[in-house]
């Protein structure tokens, strides 16, 4: 069942998709898939290899961007960011979504075109609660700005 989330105009977020899944991102005009999911997080999970396969047979592009808990980095917030600033159109997966809706707001923070306001207000038009985030997508911002 696909359940693609639009946070923006050009990203939108799900929970774990299935091949059925990335044949209608393709339908759909998603150049980019993003999978925020480590492998083995629980039983019956597809493999990131094996969905990463069928993408590319469909000729969509495929990233792995897995995190889970306190695994998120500044590194994977940073390789986000790039794949937002190269206007793609992206949908990224995790378990619910919200890992992904969480790695695309810090993204988006630290590319500087959406107000804190806007992203939550994004975030919440999807589904996903990012009212506690506040703090976190500042810091990111002064992390661009003191570099």
Known sequence: MTDFR??????????QITTADIDAAKEQGFTLL?????????????TNADL???ANEAGIKWLHIPFAGTDLTLNKVMQMNYELKRNEKILAFCRT?????NIWALASALTNELANEEIIANGSTAGYD????EASLDHIRELNTSA
Do not use: K
């Open 6 to 15: 639009q946070v923006t105009n050009t990203v939108s977020v799900s929970p």
């Open 34 to 46: 993003i999978n925020n999911r480590p492998d083995g997080e629980e039983l019956g999970q597809p």
């Open 52 to 54: 990463e396969a069928y």
């Open 97 to 101: 979504g919200t890992r992904s809706c």
């Open 130 to 133: 990012l009212s506690g985030m």
